[in-house]
């Protein structure tokens, strides 16, 4: 595979940008409609569970402040590793109604060129547009063994590499604390703001045991080397932007000289960190990084790294 960063760079709602990640992130978007909730929608998540897969669906979040569409569909449905959709019909005065709103969602997918598994109860019938799309057919009796089966082969063909050891909340804290970094406490305005540039990325903030240094730390365990790039890259440029203000802020007023020569040291001296899952894809991102350097000293570590250098330190 290789390291371009596949953004959707075009909104289809008419949104000034998109910028979200195709398949960054290990989940699963399940299309059914709302009405009621079926049983298989809760089989499905218990198998996607025990493949490591998280379910995503419209209705599992809240998106105060959000466009709602692009929050609980749209974007769901483009970082997703794969997608689910049941395709059962309504039905009103005794008559078949297909769900407009699983279909909308089906159209996205398909034209997003996501791996879909679709499902239709077997007494059932497709609508004319997809009665030549395959569709697996399913009664109550067989539908989590076919769901077993399909959702196997989809990680198998939609995974970029095995999984390896994982660690513990806890064991990630020895890690930090054995490479001499705490987690900020994010007490004072200062520190607020630091943290504030990388949190909208998935970025902890850090310092060491001296409290003069930061580090900018990225658990990217779920996520694609692409995506783990993108957000390097944005990170980088908010703290290049951010130090590039600072000579106006002292003409407006609103840095005092002594802040800001506090600033720039501060900001200059940053350090980033980020973990991954695998060693595949540490060297994905390693290799994309040495071709495009950054200015701030960077660290990438897989999840084996994080495990050999705990049993070091054990």
Known sequence: MDNRIRQNQICIIGQPRCDF???????????YGFKE????????????????????????????????????????????????VLLN???RDGKEIPNANVNMEYGM???????????????QKLPFNL???????????????LAKQAIAAAVELTRQDEIPTSVSDQAFERFLIGRGLLVSGIDGDGERNIYR????????LLHDFSGDYYSYFGRFTTLRPESVIW?????????DER???????ILQGILPEEHATLAEKILSEISIMAVVMSNKEKSQVVSHFNEHPINYKMQIDSVDDVANELILTD
Do not use: H, W
């Not at 990640?21 to 299309?31: E, K, L, Q, V, Y």
């Not at 540039?197 to 902890?204: H, I, R, Y």
């Not at 957000?231 to 703290?239: A, P, S, Y």
């Open 197 to 204: 540039m990388g949190q909208p990325l998935g970025f902890a």
């Open 131 to 145: 009665a030549g799309l395959d569709t697996i057919k399913y009664n109550p009796e067989n539908f989590e063994s």
């Open 231 to 239: 957000r390097i890259q944005k990170l980088t440029e908010i703290v």
């Open 37 to 84: 909730r079926p049983l298989e929608t809760s089989i499905l998540k218990r198998v996607l569970l025990d493949q490591d897969v998280f379910s995503e669906e419209a209705g599992g979040s809240r998106a105060p402040g959000q466009n709602v569409f692009c929050a609980k569909i749209c974007s769901k449905i483009i970082t997703s590793q794969f997608c689910i």
């Open 109 to 123: 997918m398909l034209g997003f060129n996501k791996y879909i598994i679709p499902f239709q109860k077997a007494a």
């Open 21 to 31: 990640t195709f398949a960054s992130s290990r989940t699963c978007f399940i299309s």
């Open 243 to 249: 130090r590039g203000s600072i000579p106006r802020r």
């Open 89 to 91: 019909n309504d039905e």
